[in-house]
């Protein structure tokens, strides 16, 4: 038997799947403050600035748009909107090295858990804007029920996370992206029509409150819940918050399908430059872009 050491199984390739979340887009109250969190917290690149915009990513790919406008309304949890926005790292040593990097800082987190498919840590913005940052483990680790894939809220081992950590946290990997957008809505049934029925989801998990949406076998690229929000209608539009989720769609004929289900269940369908934009029973925007 060879005592050559075994190379970690990938983890699952988000770019091969038909649609992944490209940037999330949110509006916030202070610009300079919200920027400056992201770019010194969480170790994203600032790809673009004005007085009234900012664009964040890493390895040259946009990831967030901030818009500044000091005249919004503070966010309120209670409506519909951003649950957390869900940013992936490439590998647990990274995710250590940011726990490592949190705790030296005295970065507050709101919680961590063991999802069995991954695991994750929990923050908020200077808004409340929520954030999750976390890395996925093998698929060969996920376990199913028929065609739902478990996603249990475990405790998280933190000791064994910091161990992982293989040197200091220096930014956002190159490899960072968005995986995921929870959000929060009014009424998960109305949430599975729309993002499963017409825009291709399939519902990949269930908490009470909760459904989990993926696709190409993703365990989820959206969620959404009403564990705040049960009962919201669209959210106020001068509220500071979410206001656009971009997916990216690897095959454009799979745009022009949701075009037409979108249009046949009389849903206005408008224009982002080249984009096209859909918006949810809360008002948030869903620009649909073709990789």
Do not use: C
């Amino acid at each position: 038997m060879s005592d050559a050491p075994r190379h970690p199984e990938p983890s699952f390739d988000l770019s091969a799947a038909p649609m992944r979340i490209g940037r999330v887009r949110i509006r916030v109250r202070d610009l300079a403050q919200a920027s400056g969190f992201y770019r010194d917290v969480l170790g994203l690149v600032p790809l673009g600035q004005s007085d009234r915009h900012a664009v964040l990513g890493t390895g040259g790919m946009p990831l967030l748009e901030l818009i500044g406008d000091p005249g919004l309304a503070p966010l309120d949890r209670r409506e519909a909107g951003l649950f957390h926005t869900a940013f992936l790292l490439p590998d647990r040593a990274s995710l250590g090295r940011w726990l490592h990097f949190a705790s030296e800082r005295g970065v507050a987190l709101d919680g961590a858990a063991d999802h069995v498919v991954s695991e994750a840590l929990y923050l908020a913005d200077p808004e409340g804007n929520g954030i999750e940052i976390y890395v996925d483990r093998p698929v060969s680790a996920w376990r199913r029920t028929g065609s739902r894939i478990e996603m249990p809220n475990d405790p998280l081992d933190l000791e064994g996370l910091l161990a992982s950590a293989d040197g200091p946290w220096t930014g956002m990997p190159d490899k960072g992206a968005i995986g995921h957008v929870h959000l929060q809505v009014g009424d998960t049934a109305l949430a599975e029509h729309f993002y499963g029925d017409l825009l291709g989801f399939q519902v990949t998990w269930r908490y009470p409150g909760a459904s989990f949406f993926g696709v190409g076998g993703y365990h989820h690229q959206l969620a959404a819940n009403t564990w705040n929000s049960r009962g919201a209608g669209p959210r106020t539009e001068d509220m500071a918050g979410l206001d656009a989720v971009e997916l990216v769609l690897r095959d454009a004929t799979a745009r022009a399908a949701i075009e037409v289900r979108a249009r046949a269940a009389s849903l206005g369908v408008g224009t982002e430059g080249e984009a096209r934009v859909l918006r949810d029973p809360w008002g948030t925007a869903i620009v649909l872009t073709a990789d």
